[in-house]
């Protein structure tokens, strides 16, 4: 079972940027598809971008245009690159195998001036 470990977060102005990295045990890790999701204070969880073990993206509207996620699978890690960051992106971040697999510590992240 693939179990990730969600890091890279922190405070970072409006249109500023962040990596950040999931690094993510298990065997199975090169077949599984994974996803990116993230929870806003007071808010549900949502998807936010997904990336197969062919290489294959999909991102919400939210962040598309955005925020790109990429894979090493010889690291078995997954990374969000997000860039233009806004305020409304302040939430903490979590990546799992898709669409079932299990939840992590998440990595917040605050964007603010």
Known sequence: QVQPVESGGGLVQPGGSLRLSCAASGSS?????MAWY?????KEREWI??????GRTTY??????????????AKNTVYLQMNTLKPGDTAVYYCKVWPLGSWGQGTQVTVSS
Do not use: E, M, W, Y
């Not at 890790?29 to 598809?33: G, K, Y």
């Open 49 to 54: 971008a997904l990336i197969t073990s062919g």
């Open 29 to 33: 890790f090169s077949s599984n598809t």
């Open 38 to 42: 993230r929870q806003a204070p007071g």
């Open 60 to 73: 919400a509207d939210s962040v598309k245009g955005r925020f790109t996620i990429s894979r090493d699978n």
